[in-house]
C-alpha cells in the first residue's frame, strides 16, 4: 500500500477531516471553559471542568469512527481493497508496490483500531503499512505493555488535573 496513490489520497482526505473536526471541537471547549470563567463565579464543581472534556473526548472518538469510515469509503470507491492489494494474492501485492513475501504488516487483518496487532509475528517494531518509520505490534508483551503505560500516563494526568483543584484549595 506504500505506493498506491488511492489509499494515499484517501488517508489524506481523512485526516484532515479528523484534524479539521478536532480543532473545531476544542475551540468550542476552550471558548465554553472561558466563557464559563469570564461570565459565571465559579461554583468549585469538576463538572464544570469534567463534563465539557469528557464531551470533547467523545467528539474526537467519533470523529476518529467518521475518518475511519470516510477512508475505507474512499479506498473502496477506488475499486481497491482496503489492504492495499490489487486482487488479493501476492502477485496483486508486488504489483502494489508492497513485499511479495507475505509480510503480516500488509494484512488488514492484523489490524485493531489502527493498531498493528499479530500475536504469531515475533517483532515489536514493524514497518509502517504507509508512509517512513515503524510501529509497535501491540501482539508481543512489549509492545502491549508501551501503549498500556502511554494510556495510565494519559489517565493519571487527566484525574491529576481534575483532583489536583480540589485538594489544593
Known amino acids: 500500500m506504500r ?10 482526505r481523512a485526516t484532515r477531516f479528523f484534524l479539521g473536526g478536532t480543532t473545531f471541537a476544542l475551540s468550542l471547549l476552550l471558548a465554553w471553559l472561558a466563557l464559563r470563567g469570564w461570565l459565571l463565579p465559579p461554583d468549585g464543581s469538576t463538572a464544570e471542568f469534567l ?7 467523545l467528539a ?3 470523529l476518529g469512527f467518521a475518518a475511519l469510515r470516510r477512508y475505507r469509503r474512499d479506498v473502496a470507491a477506488a475499486g ?5 492489494t490489487v486482487d488479493g494474492t501476492a502477485a496483486g501485492a508486488a504489483a502494489a508496490g508492497e513485499p511479495a513475501d507475505g509480510d503480516p504488516v500488509y494484512d488488514s487483518s492484523n489490524y485493531r483500531a489502527g493498531i498493528y496487532t499479530n500475536r504469531a509475528d515475533p517483532r515489536v517494531l514493524v514497518p ?8 509497535l505490534n501491540a501482539g508481543r508483551p512489549a509492545g502491549l505493555a508501551f501503549y498500556l503505560a502511554i494510556a495510565l ?10 483532583a489536583f483543584p480540589l485538594f489544593a484549595g
Open 3 to 12: 505506493d498506491d496513490a488511492a489509499a494515499h489520497a484517501a488517508n489524506l
Open 51 to 57: 463534563l465539557p472534556t469528557v464531551a470533547f473526548l
Open 60 to 62: 474526537m472518538a467519533g
Open 80 to 84: 481497491r481493497p482496503v489492504d492495499g
Open 128 to 135: 509502517k503499512r504507509i508512509g517512513v518509520g515503524v510501529t
Open 153 to 162: 500516563v494519559s489517565v493519571a494526568g487527566l484525574v491529576a488535573g481534575i
